[in-house]
């Protein structure tokens, strides 16, 4: 079956930066987007980031540009989030997803069919 296992997270201070990783298995890795979403308490999951089947083109949440970078090793069926400069408001559960959006739909959660368990990233201030 398909698994996506999160990786990476942990209590940080703010300015800290921390990279995510992603392992899939079970699925055609390279066939599929993959997207980093979060969750924060009492909040709906938001899009963050994602990447399409070759890594050529990467798409963001704009509170997230210049920040994080999203990238995929197809050779090691994994994507990672290199995130930089954290603040207090990137503290959440950050997840992983992998699916067959269009590049209009990347940040549509709806879109993607498998997703991780996810990983806790707490940023303190």
């Known amino acids: 079956q398909v698994q996506l296992v999160e990786s990476g997270g942990g209590l940080v201070q703010a300015g800290d930066s921390l990279r995510l990783s992603c392992a899939a298995s079970g699925l055609t890795f390279g066939a599929y987007y993959m997207g980093w979403f979060r969750q924060a308490p009492g909040k709906e999951r938001e899009f963050v980031a994602a990447i399409n089947r070759s890594g050529r083109n990467t798409y963001y949440a704009d509170s997230m540009k210049g920040r994080f970078t999203i990238s995929r090793d197809n050779t090691k069926n994994t994507v990672y989030v290199q995130m930089n400069s954290l603040k207090p408001e990137d503290t959440a559960e950050y997840y992983c997803?992998?699916?067959?959006?269009?590049?209009?739909?990347?940040?549509?959660?709806?879109?993607?069919?498998?997703w991780g368990q996810g990983t806790q990233v707490t940023v303190s201030s």
């Open positions: 997803a992998a699916g067959q959006p269009d590049a209009a739909g990347t940040a549509i959660p709806d879109n993607y069919s498998y």
